[in-house]
């Protein structure tokens, strides 16, 4: 069985602040791990994923990520944190399907 | 371009008729799924299928059927809708390698009066 789990339902920040999203995860074997962002009335947008290789992993609009094996963590950080990053963020990790968690409404104030 | 397109976007239908949502991918992706969005649950998955003629059971597929007689279409049909089926719907696909997230469509709002 896999799952994932992200503990905070609301995160909330002022603009230029530093902006971390966590998310904790449960598989057998290596995870394959995913950040996802989803807008008011969009679909689900990729930011990044770990696959292998380097624990921090770069993705899209100035996010990253962090995977900790031991802690079986795959926190999003953004090191300075924008008024359009408000939005709902979801964490998953894969097999053969995708398993979500159920999220994180991030509300970054200006 | 490539994309996951659903349809409709929006609908609103009452209990008990019949009503299929529409998906179709580009990207010649052999896995496909359904999730439903609910608040504070995430998106948990319907159906899924790993290529042509292979559907099988997701975490919450009572009240769902799905069909997959061609590699970029996998619609989603509600025989008799209920109003615990009003929900966000996305269909997404990728490749069967693991290494692969998730394309997603932009999502069908569905309302069972």
């Known amino acids: 069985a896999q799952s994932v789990a992200q503990p905070e339902d609301q995160v909330n920040v002022a603009e230029g602040n530093p902006l971390t999203v966590k998310c904790t995860y449960s598989v057998s074997g290596n995870p394959y791990l995913f950040w996802y962002v989803q807008y008011p009335n969009r679909g689900l947008q990729f930011l990044l994923k770990?696959?292998?290789?380097?624990?921090l992993v770069k993705g899209s609009y100035g996010f990253e990520a962090e995977f900790n094996k031991s802690q079986t963590s795959f926190h999003l950080k953004k090191p300075s944190a924008l008024v359009s990053d408000s939005a709902l963020y979801f964490c998953?990790?894969?097999?053969?399907?995708?398993?979500f968690g159920a999220g994180t409404t991030v509300t970054v104030r200006a | 371009e490539a994309q996951v397109t659903q349809n409709p976007r929006y609908l609103i239908t009452v209990t008990g008729k019949k009503l299929t949502v529409t998906c179709s991918q580009n990207?010649?992706?052999?896995?496909m799924s359904w999730y439903r969005q609910d608040p504070g649950l995430g998106l948990r998955q319907i159906y899924y299928s790993m290529n042509v003629e292979v559907t099988d059971k997701g975490d919450v597929p009572e009240g769902y059927k799905v069909s997959r007689k061609e590699k970029r279409n996998f619609p989603l049909i509600l025989e008799s809708p209920s109003p615990n089926q009003t929900s966000l719907y996305f269909c997404?696909?990728?490749?069967?390698?693991?290494?692969?997230?998730?394309?997603f469509g932009s999502g069908t709002r569905l309302t069972v009066v």
């Open positions: 770990y696959i292998t290789g380097d624990n």
């Open positions: 990207m010649n992706h052999e896995y």
């Open positions: 997404a696909s990728s490749p069967m390698n693991s290494n692969y997230g998730y394309t």
């Open positions: 998953a990790v894969r097999r053969l399907k995708l398993s």
